[in-house]
Antibody
Framework: QVQLVESGGGVVQPGGSLRLSCAAS????????MHWVRQAPGKGLEWVAF????????YYADSVKGRFTISRDNSKNTLYLQLNSLRPEDTAVYYC??????WGQGILVTVSS | DIQMTQSPSSLSASVGDRVTITCRAS??????LAWFQQKPGKAPKSLIS???SLQSGVPSKFSGSGSGTDFTLTISSLQPEDFATYYC?????????FGGGTKVEIK
């Protein structure tokens, strides 16, 4: 079955960086557009970024544009999210998704001094 | 940007009730509308895509309808496992915005 497993989260100071990874299995990864979605504690879902199946096109939410970078390695079936210049308001559980169909279990990023 | 307005933000209902949640887009989204269910501490689960197509394995008590800018999720007979928060999302154009969510609670 389809499985998405996020990793790379943790606690980071404001202004710091992290790289999240999402390993996919059970699906033809190279044919699938991928998203990152986040959820701040006690809040709703916020779409963060999207990358096309071949990696040629990326879209970002205004709240992360210029600070976050989505990328993928189709040879490794892995999606990435590079988080730079982190702010306390970036604290959230980050989910990777395949289209709108499948979600990972989520990984917590905490930005705090 | 397309804004997604979901209502109500919360509701109380009893087991067996028919429940309807609405989602309004600020402009047309060509029926690129999805519904998700999220239980506490869990990842969202996809229920419906393309406004009305039930995802594989989702019970038929869930249904989606609507077109243009107005969409509806209906649960025909609420069961204990359906108490959760529900979100809509448009995936017509970036940014792929979510509605604010509807928390369905036990009356």
């Amino acid at each position: 079955q389809v499985q998405l497993v996020e990793s790379g989260g943790g606690v980071v100071q404001p202004g710091g960086s992290l790289r999240l990874s999402c390993a996919a299995s059970g699906i033809t990864f190279s044919h699938s557009g991928m998203h990152w979605v986040r959820q701040a504690p006690g809040k709703g879902l916020e779409w963060v970024a999207f990358i096309r199946s071949d990696g040629t096109t990326q879209y970002y939410a205004d709240s992360v544009k210029g600070r976050f970078t989505i990328s993928r390695d189709n040879s490794k079936n892995t999606l990435y999210l590079q988080l730079n210049s982190l702010r306390p308001e970036d604290t959230a559980v980050y989910y990777c998704t395949i289209g709108i169909d499948y979600w990972g279990q989520g990984i917590l990023v905490t930005v705090s001094s | 940007d397309i804004q997604m307005t979901q209502s109500p933000s919360s509701l109380s209902a009893s087991v067996g009730d028919r429940v309807t949640i609405t989602c309004r887009a600020s402009q047309g989204i060509n029926n690129y509308l999805a519904w998700f269910q999220q239980k506490p501490g869990k990842a969202p689960k996809s229920l419906i895509s393309a406004a009305s197509s039930l995802q594989s394995g989702v019970p038929s008590k869930f249904s989606g309808s609507g077109s243009g800018t107005d969409f509806t999720l209906t649960i025909s007979s609420l069961q204990p496992e359906d108490f959760a928060t529900y979100y809509c999302q448009q995936y017509n154009s970036s940014p792929f915005t979510f509605g604010g969510g509807t928390k369905v609670e036990i009356k």
